[in-house]
Each structure stands twice: as structure tokens, then as C-alpha cells.
T-cell receptor, first 113, second 114 residues
Framework: AQSVTQLDSQVPVFEEAPVELRCNYS??????LFWYVQYPNQGLQLLLK??????LVESINGFEAEFNKSQTSFHLRKPSVHISDTAEYFC???????????FGTGTRLQVFP | GAVVSQHPSRVICKSGTSVKIECRSL??????MFWYRQFPKKSLMLMAT?????????EQGVEKDKFLINHASLTLSTLTVTSAHPEDSSFYIC??????????FGPGTRLTVL
């Protein structure tokens, strides 16, 4: 069975500082990996995903994540955050060639001015 | 592209009544739709998976007679909470997949049962 661990429930950071949100997974088979962002009282929006190919994937708003198979990690990074990045971030994994997602418990990113 | 809508966004109902929530994929055909429940400050809990034209597959611990799911077309799935009680109050989120191993989520429905 697969599982996802997001060790940091909250990450406070000042505007324009770099940030890393950690995600580790466990699985006995190949996986797809996802980061979703949830703004208050809204559904989840896909931020970025890794299905195959380059292990470094990027989003349109400056986030990136790198799939590290040996460390079973998919950490999310941004070199300089904005106030508007304040949200809940969920890491998720699915078994290769399936749709079913297993979510982590989420990390609350709070950006302060 | 890949837009999923949910209706209603908020609903308040009396205990004992039934509530229907619609989930639509607006610009793609969803071969699979998923229903989640999200508790405050908690992750998403998958309730069930539905494929168009077939019965939904419920996760362990989810009452299929209480949470009725219908996936009648490739763009519409409905979740009906039957005989709702206050403990059913929650944020319900649907998602849809067009077969590309990526789920696209709706904006969610806040259900409050009085």
C-alpha cells in the first residue's frame, strides 16, 4: 500500500524568502506524483505533476519539484514566495497507470509581509 | 482546459432530509469521477470512485446506502447524501479524470446539516 508523508503541518515564511515543502512517499511499485494547492474555501488546483521523463517539473507560478527515487521524495520549492502563495499544499501519489490518489495531510504555507 | 464544476457551492439542510450534489466536467469527458470528504484541517478522504455507466466503488467504512453516487454520463456525477445528520456536515469535493492519470478537482460543496 502507498502512503504519503508531509512532515511539516505549517511553514511560516516571510515574503520573498525561499521555501521548501517536504513530501516523502512509500510504495512498492512505480508511482506518479502530484502537488495540489488549496486556497481557503476552494477545491484543489493542480500545481504540478510528475508522470515520467525529466525528474524536475515546474509550475507556471514559479514552483518546482524534483522526483528523487532513491530518497522517495518529491519536495516542492520556490525561490521567492509571495503573499498570494499563502495556502494549503497537498502532495499526492498514485500507482503508475492508475487514477486513484493517496494524499498527504497537507502543509499550510503562511507568507508574511 | 480541464475544468470541473460543482453545484451547489453551499447548502444548508435540516436533519433527515436528502441533499444532492452535482459534479460536472465542463470541457472534457470524465471516464472516472471521484468523491472526497474533507474535514477541517485534515486531508482529503476518498469516499468512492465512479466510472460512467457502472456502479461506484466505495472505500472501506463509507456507507453506500447513505452516500448514493450516480455517474450517468461522461460529464456528470452526482452524490446524494440521504437522511443527512449533523455529523454529515463537511466539505465535499469531487474530481474527474479523463484517462490521463491526472485528477482535476471541483471547487467543493460546503454541507451544513442543522
Amino acid at each position: 500500500a502507498q502512503s504519503v508523508t508531509q512532515l511539516d503541518s505549517q511553514v511560516p515564511v516571510f515574503e520573498e524568502a525561499p521555501v521548501e515543502l517536504r513530501c516523502n512517499y512509500s510504495s512498492s511499485v512505480s508511482v506518479y506524483l502530484f502537488w495540489y494547492v488549496q486556497y481557503p474555501n476552494q477545491g484543489l488546483q493542480l500545481l504540478l505533476k510528475y508522470l515520467s521523463g525529466s525528474t524536475l517539473v515546474e509550475s507556471i507560478n514559479g514552483f518546482e519539484a524534483e522526483f528523487n527515487k532513491s530518497q522517495t521524495s518529491f519536495h516542492l520549492r520556490k525561490p521567492s514566495v509571495h503573499i498570494s502563495d499563502t495556502a494549503e499544499y497537498f502532495c499526492a501519489v498514485s500507482e503508475e497507470n492508475t487514477d486513484k490518489l493517496i494524499f498527504g495531510t497537507g502543509t499550510r504555507l503562511q507568507v508574511f509581509p | 482546459g480541464a475544468v470541473v464544476s460543482q453545484h451547489p457551492s453551499r447548502v444548508i439542510c435540516k436533519s433527515g432530509t436528502s441533499v444532492k450534489i452535482e459534479c460536472r466536467s465542463l470541457d472534457f469527458q470524465a471516464t472516472t469521477m471521484f468523491w472526497y470528504r474533507q474535514f477541517p484541517k485534515k486531508s482529503l478522504m476518498l469516499m468512492a470512485t465512479s466510472n460512467e455507466g457502472s456502479k461506484a466503488t466505495y472505500e472501506q467504512g463509507v456507507e453506500k446506502d447513505k452516500f448514493l453516487i450516480n455517474h450517468a454520463s461522461l460529464t456528470l456525477s452526482t452524490l446524494t447524501v440521504t437522511s443527512a445528520h449533523p455529523e454529515d456536515s463537511s466539505f465535499y469535493i469531487c474530481s474527474a479524470s479523463g484517462g490521463g492519470f491526472t485528477q482535476y478537482f471541483g471547487p467543493g460543496t460546503r454541507l451544513t446539516v442543522l
